[in-house]
C-alpha cells in the first residue's frame, strides 16, 4: 500500500520565553520518522507528555516543524498556501479526545455539522437543501437521526456527542482521520460502541486513520500498526500483533507490562480479597 502521510526526521523545538525560562529549550519531538499507509489504521502510543499532541499538531499542519519534512500524499505540506492549504484541510480530520469540550454549546447539531461543508462549499458544491440532507445521511451513518437536527450539545450523552463529533469530520469527505484519545472520555461500554463504529466507518469509506492514544488495549484492538513514543522519540514501531506478542524496546515492555488483564478473575487484587 502506498504512503498517505509521511513524518521525516521531524524535530520539533521549543523554546521558553518566560522570565525565568532564559531562553531554554525543550525537545517536543526528536527525529520522528513515521509512514501511515493508505488504508490503514496507524496506532501512536505514549505516556501524557511524550509528544503525541506536538505529532498531531504537525501531521495536521497546525504547526511546522523545526527541521523535517511532512508530506501528505506525495506533496510537501510546509509548500502549501492558499487554496491548495484549504484543500488539505479538507483531506485531513481530526476527532478530538473530549466531545463535551470540541462542541460549540451555542451551535445546533445541524449547524455543527454542515459547518465544514459551508466553509468547503466551493470544492463540494452543496446548497442549503443539499447539506441539511448531507447532515442527516451523516447522522444515520453514525446511529442518530433526523430527529437530533435541532437539538444542542447538552442534551446528549458522551457516546452520542462523540458520534456528532464523528458526523462533523466525515461531513467534508476525508481521506485521513487523526483520533485523538477518542474513546478516553466514555465509559468502558460506550467505548466498545464507538470502536466498533470507527472499524465499520473504515471500511465502508476506505479511510485511513492515525490513532493517538497511551490505551495500549484499545490500540491493539483497532490499529495494523503501532509505534511507541516516548520523550519525543520513537522507540519502536512494528505491526500490531508483533509488538504486543514480542516488544523489542523496554519502554514498550514497560508499557505492555502495565496493560490490566480484562479478565477480573486473574486481577491481583481479587485474589487479595480471596
Known amino acids: 500500500m502506498s504512503a498517505l502521510l509521511q513524518l521525516e526526521n521531524v524535530t520539533r523545538v521549543y523554546r521558553g520565553g518566560g522570565p525565568f525560562s532564559q531562553g531554554a529549550e525543550i525537545v517536543a519531538l526528536d527525529d520522528v520518522s513515521l509512514s501511515v499507509a493508505r488504508g490503514s489504521c496507524f496506532g501512536v502510543v505514549g505516556e501524557s507528555g511524550s509528544g503525541k499532541t506536538t505529532l498531531t499538531r504537525i501531521a495536521l499542519g497546525l504547526e511546522a516543524p523545526t527541521r523535517g519534512r511532512v508530506t501528505f500524499d506525495g506533496v510537501d505540506v510546509a509548500g502549501l498556501r492558499g487554496a491548495a492549504r484549504k484543500r ?67 442534551e446528549f450523552s458522551g457516546g452520542q456527542r462523540q458520534r456528532i ?26 467505548q466498545a460502541q464507538v470502536l466498533a463504529l470507527f472499524e465499520e466507518l473504515k471500511a465502508r469509506l476506505d479511510l485511513t486513520y492515525v490513532f ?16 511507541v513514543i516516548h520523550r519525543g522519540r520513537i522507540v519502536e ?38
Open 88 to 154: 488539505l484541510r479538507r483531506r485531513v480530520q481530526i476527532v478530538f479526545q473530549d466531545p463535551y469540550a470540541s462542541l460549540d454549546p451555542r451551535m445546533s447539531v445541524h449547524d455543527i455539522v454542515a459547518e465544514g461543508m459551508v466553509i468547503h462549499r466551493d470544492s463540494l458544491g452543496l446548497d442549503a437543501r443539499a447539506r441539511t440532507a448531507r447532515v442527516v445521511e451523516l447522522l444515520g451513518l453514525v446511529g442518530l437521526g433526523a430527529q437530533h437536527l435541532n437539538r444542542y450539545p447538552h
Open 165 to 190: 463529533c464523528i458526523a462533523r469530520a466525515l461531513a467534508v469527505e476525508p481521506e485521513l482521520l487523526i483520533l485523538d484519545e477518542p474513546t478516553s472520555a466514555l465509559d468502558v461500554s460506550v
Open 212 to 227: 493517538i492514544s497511551h490505551d495500549l488495549g484499545v490500540v491493539r484492538y483497532v490499529c495494523d500498526r503501532v509505534a
Open 237 to 274: 514501531e512494528n505491526e500490531a500483533t508483533r509488538l504486543f506478542a514480542a516488544p523489542q524496546s523496554a519502554h514498550a515492555r514497560e508499557l505492555i507490562a502495565a496493560m490490566p488483564d480484562p479478565d477480573p478473575d486473574r486481577s491481583p487484587f481479587r485474589r487479595a480479597v480471596l
